[in-house]
């Protein structure tokens, strides 16, 4: 009878410990993603939304995207001590695309697909060494990739 009851609270505690990374994971910032501007997004996630032009953070993605709905980017920088990367769309309804916390041995390397509703400006922002940079590349898309009007049929008048 103990061997029963120590096996089901082993049961019991090894299922907590395996649900609890689940519950972190799912602490996420949703008024910063729900924000419809982009000052009030970055203000969301970093905490303010003064920003630096830096050279020193490398964006990459197409200038002409045939479809808005997977638009490869990479972000590479060299910046010291980054703590925040974010990935923002201007134009589309909820700016902030990609929201990353990075750990202090991390190297601030990034691929990814973001959604773009119309053509726009793509901007990634780095926190570090406690400041915010930011670097832009205009995107111009040939087919919509959210909202109404993402129809073949219209995409071709």
């Given at each position: 009878?103990?061997?029963?009851?120590?096996?089901?609270?082993?049961?019991?505690?090894?299922?907590?410990?395996?649900?609890?990374?689940?519950?972190?994971?799912?602490?996420?910032?949703?008024?910063?993603?729900?924000?419809?501007?982009?000052?009030?997004?970055?203000?969301?996630?970093?905490?303010?939304?003064d920003?630096?032009?830096?050279?020193?953070?490398?964006?990459?993605?197409?200038?002409?995207?045939?479809l808005?709905?997977?638009?490869?980017?990479?972000?590479?920088t060299?910046?010291?001590?980054?703590?925040?990367?974010?990935?923002?769309?201007?134009?589309?309804?909820?700016?902030?695309?990609?929201?990353?916390?990075?750990?202090?041995?991390?190297?601030?390397?990034?691929?990814?697909?973001?959604?773009?509703?119309?053509?726009?400006?793509?901007?990634?922002?780095?926190?570090?060494?406690?400041?915010?940079?930011?670097?832009?590349?205009?995107?111009?898309?040939?087919?919509?990739?959210?909202?109404?009007?993402?129809?073949?049929?219209?995409?071709?008048?």
């Amino acid at each position: 009878m103990q061997r029963r009851l120590f096996v089901r609270r082993l049961g019991v505690a090894t299922a907590a410990l395996l649900l609890a990374p689940l519950h972190a994971l799912a602490n996420w910032n949703r008024r910063a993603f729900e924000s419809p501007a982009i000052d009030a997004a970055l203000t969301e996630a970093f905490g303010r939304s003064d920003t630096i032009t830096a050279l020193e953070i490398e964006l990459k993605l197409p200038t002409t995207a045939h479809l808005g709905e997977l638009v490869p980017v990479m972000v590479l920088t060299h910046l010291p001590k980054v703590s925040r990367l974010a990935l923002l769309v201007h134009e589309n309804p909820r700016p902030l695309a990609a929201l990353f916390e990075l750990g202090p041995n991390t190297l601030p390397e990034l691929a990814a697909r973001i959604r773009l509703s119309q053509s726009s400006e793509v901007s990634v922002v780095v926190e570090s060494d406690g400041q915010l940079f930011r670097n832009s590349q205009p995107v111009q898309i040939v087919l919509s990739g959210c909202g109404p009007g993402n129809d073949n049929d219209e995409a071709a008048s």
